[in-house]
């Protein structure tokens, strides 16, 4: 009686089939619908941060699918920040609902300059540098210019996911105008004021799309090779001179770049 028991005990703990997956007929693949379910249990608290998801086994089980839609699920919540999946120890859970999409509109070089009042820089290094040939493609500068740089994550009030990853070269004179506390919501334009001889007259952008790997992924809570957006700005003054440039990568899902352009007659 005692091994029945115990027999009647370890079936009722395994976890049955979900029964909120969203109907066949809704047109969704699978993956989706299985990822959907578990974004609501992460949402309502059943998987709080900091702790793990079942294992792949145990999802599949409970859904009654295959491995290979299983990754698909975590995939799909890794890309839209909510876990992050790390190699031989499982899901975690790294947020309880999506970061928000940040939508930059500009339409004036002003507007270039600045993001969202209701966010913020977190400052990860600060250094001074000389630029390499990497470098000195990256920003248009010659090899062996001197710069300060400053690399930071930016976040907002609503979500401890950053939705930007940036480094900013600035003159090395602008040491002081850069002794910004860890936390910061002054443009760096706004503090490079105190620099009289440099203001942006004239800017450049290059878009572009990359995969975010290896420390990068970590900082920005995405799944490694996961795809984003690359902006390399560069700030000229009157004089024609480079004295600014801004390299920024953003994951998919959290930031889309609007212009509003019209035609010249």
């Known amino acids: 009686m005692a091994i029945i028991a115990k027999e009647h005990l370890e079936q009722a703990d395994q976890p049955q089939p979900a029964e909120e997956i969203a109907p066949a007929e809704s047109g969704e693949p699978l993956y989706l619908r299985i990822s959907t379910a578990l ?4 949402s309502g608290g059943v998987y709080p941060v900091s702790k793990m998801l079942p294992t792949e086994t145990e999802l599949c089980y409970r859904f009654g699918v295959s491995r290979f839609t299983i990754r698909e699920a975590l995939r799909r919540l890794s890309e839209i920040g909510l876990v992050q999946r790390r190699a031989g120890s499982g899901t975690v859970v790294v947020a309880k609902d999506p970061p928000t999409t940040f939508v930059h509109r500009v339409g004036t070089l002003r507007g270039l300059l600045a993001y969202p009042d ?7 290094a600060k250094e ?9 493609k990256t920003i248009d500068c010659p090899v062996g210019k001197k710069w300060l740089r400053l690399t930071c994550l930016r976040k907002s009030a609503d979500s401890p996911t950053p939705f930007c990853w940036g480094q900013f070269y600035v003159p090395p004179e602008a040491d002081e105008l850069m002794d910004f506390p860890e936390i910061d919501h002054e443009t760096i334009h706004g503090r490079l004021k105190g620099l009289t001889h440099h203001q942006a007259f004239r800017a450049e952008i290059q878009i572009s799309a990359s995969a975010i790997r290896g420390t990068l992924a970590t900082m920005l809570k995405v799944r490694e090779g996961a795809p984003a957006l690359n902006i390399v700005r560069r700030y000229f003054d009157e004089q024609g001179d480079n004295f600014t440039s801004t390299v920024t990568i953003h994951p998919e899902h959290r930031f889309v770049y609007s212009m509003d352009l019209a035609r010249e007659d």
């Open 39 to 42: 974004q609501k249990e992460i």
């Open 118 to 124: 209701d966010t913020y820089r977190e400052l990860v």
């Open 128 to 136: 001074f540098i000389e630029a390499d040939e990497e470098i000195s």
